[in-house]
């Protein structure tokens, strides 16, 4: 979208005649979401620009293509066709991964819908006539689609759709005997536990899924969903805890693509550490793995690598602010998690929900702490 046209007009006219928010409109001019085609047309409308907007939107949208090779409709019709060569095969799976890479900063809805469409035409060739090589392939990367399009789901709230793919995913994921795929379903099981206030649950979860898929990038992630139900239990030996999976991790090989949601590197250890040592009301090292966490996602450009890890520092940094007794920064730092980036959205929830409690607690009767109550319940 033009933002130089966008910027012509004010922000509060268009944002009613367009009917979008100032804040999402803001948002999207400065590439925290993109433009949806509703949108655009509606602030073409909007300010009069005869199609200049959607003409400009529809361009961005092939040269987007031009730049993903894997979404071409060549290899959909070499999958349509039943072409499961061993390097049609790698090419699907090179896809499956680019998606899962794309997991923390694409739109929600679009990232679900593509995993979807994936879903379908790997569906398809799993009932046609191949062989069990290729049947197994064909299983695993119906697996990850499933684990990345629950995931999604269950950001965007859908918990019962988020819960049915997940056991899906299971599913294949014992039909495909790749136990890694099996512990994230477990995995996923724990999260959503933890951010549905069942603690207990999420740690029986974590467990079982640790059981299941030893010394592998999701093992370490179940530790570390074991060590956030534990530290919110109050429950002793987080340390020691914490280490175990540091310690696991650094025995892993570092990931090809660390930007894979289905994978851990040391960065995104500092991010799970930063929230058990917030529990526990440890300021210093919560605030120093959150500014870590944020100073390795900003890209060169001032671009957030990882917009939801962003938001989550924000808020943890909030905790710290309001903790040290600066209540006007922890609400805005509360602020900006709540309304930057892409959004787990049941996830910041809990986050957001903690640090209302504590704030409450820790001030009473301030009105910004009601300024910050209303946008978590309008959130």
Aim: charged residues 25%; aromatic residues 6%.
């Amino acid at each position: 979208m033009s933002t130089a046209t966008i910027a012509r007009g004010r922000w509060g006219d268009l944002a009613r005649a367009a009917h979008y928010s100032r804040g999402h409109l803001s948002n999207v001019e400065n590439g925290r979401k993109a433009p949806t085609e509703e949108l655009v047309r509606a602030c073409d409308r909007a300010l009069r620009a005869k199609g200049e907007l959607i003409g400009a939107f529809e361009v961005e949208a092939v040269a987007r293509l031009h730049m993903t090779p894997w979404e071409t409709a060549e290899l959909v019709h070499r999958l349509q066709a039943s072409d499961t060569t061993s390097r049609t095969l790698e090419t699907l799976h090179a896809t499956i991964e680019e998606l899962c890479c794309q997991y923390s900063r694409r739109d929600a809805l679009e990232l679900r819908r593509e995993a979807h469409g994936w879903l379908r035409h790997v569906a398809d060739l799993l009932h046609r006539p191949i062989g069990l090589k290729a049947h197994q392939e064909l299983l695993m990367a119906a697996g990850w689609l499933a684990l990345l399009a629950g995931c999604v789901e269950y950001d965007l709230g859908l918990r019962s759709a988020a819960e049915a793919t997940r056991t899906s995913a299971v599913q294949l994921g014992l039909e495909a005997e790749h136990h890694e795929i099996v512990g994230w379903g477990h995995e996923m099981t724990a999260w959503f536990a933890l951010t549905q206030g069942r603690f207990r649950q999420a740690v029986d979860a974590a467990q079982r899924g640790q059981a299941v898929a030893r010394s592998s990038s999701v093992h370490v992630q179940l530790i570390a969903q074991e060590a956030k139900a534990k530290a919110r239990l109050h429950e002793p030996g987080l340390e020691d805890l914490l280490e175990s999976g540091r310690a696991m991790l650094e025995r892993l090989p570092y990931p090809d693509r660390p930007d894979n949601h289905f994978k851990v590197d040391p960065a995104k250890w500092d991010y799970y550490s930063m929230d058990v040592h917030r529990i526990g009301g440890d300021n210093d090292r919560a605030r120093a793995h959150a500014q870590t966490v944020i100073r390795d996602n900003i890209a060169p450009d001032g671009s957030e690598l990882s917009p939801m890890r962003i938001s989550d520092c924000r808020l943890t940094l909030g905790f710290v602010a309001g903790r040290e007794g600066d209540l006007e920064q922890a609400v805005g730092l509360g602020l900006d998690g709540l309304s930057d980036g892409r959004q787990s959205r049941v996830h910041l929830l809990m986050v957001a929900g903690e640090l209302d409690q504590e704030l409450r607690s820790r001030y009473p009767g301030e009105g910004i702490v009601q300024d910050f109550e209303e946008a978590l319940r309008v959130f």
